[in-house]
């Protein structure tokens, strides 16, 4: 289907179409832009950005903080590891110790 521009009649002047449209009684002014220069635009972009900013850059230091505080526990977390299963080590040399003497003075005794 070919729509011809042709077969559309203009309209007349803008009159026919203020008598269509209602009065708003001041909307006009509603849809005035509330920022009157470029300048004021820009002023609020960047107050917007930076408060944007702001959080994001303290986001990322809350972030840091908690990075680094699990390295740290994670660092004290291997030096516990590290120091009960020396521990783990020593109790179980002392058991076999121990149960080396028992079973010896067991078979001394028959």
């Given at each position: 289907m070919q729509i011809e521009l042709s077969n559309?009649?203009?309209?007349?002047?803008n009159e026919a179409i203020e008598q269509e449209v209602p009065d708003l009684g001041g909307a006009e002014q509603l849809s005035a832009p509330m920022i009157e220069s470029d300048q004021e635009l820009a002023s609020l972009i960047r107050s917007v950005g930076m408060t944007s900013i702001t959080?994001?850059?303290?986001?990322?230091?809350?972030?840091?903080?908690?990075?680094?505080?699990l390295q740290s526990e994670g660092n004290r977390i291997r030096a516990e590891i590290a120091r009960y299963t020396a521990l783990t080590g020593a109790a179980?040399?002392?058991?076999?110790?121990?149960?080396?003497a028992v079973r010896a003075w067991r078979t001394a005794d028959h």
């Amino acid at each position: 289907m070919q729509i011809e521009l042709s077969n559309f009649q203009p309209l007349a002047a803008n009159e026919a179409i203020e008598q269509e449209v209602p009065d708003l009684g001041g909307a006009e002014q509603l849809s005035a832009p509330m920022i009157e220069s470029d300048q004021e635009l820009a002023s609020l972009i960047r107050s917007v950005g930076m408060t944007s900013i702001t959080d994001i850059d303290d986001l990322v230091i809350e972030l840091q903080e908690a990075r680094n505080y699990l390295q740290s526990e994670g660092n004290r977390i291997r030096a516990e590891i590290a120091r009960y299963t020396a521990l783990t080590g020593a109790a179980s040399a002392s058991v076999k110790i121990i149960f080396d003497a028992v079973r010896a003075w067991r078979t001394a005794d028959h």
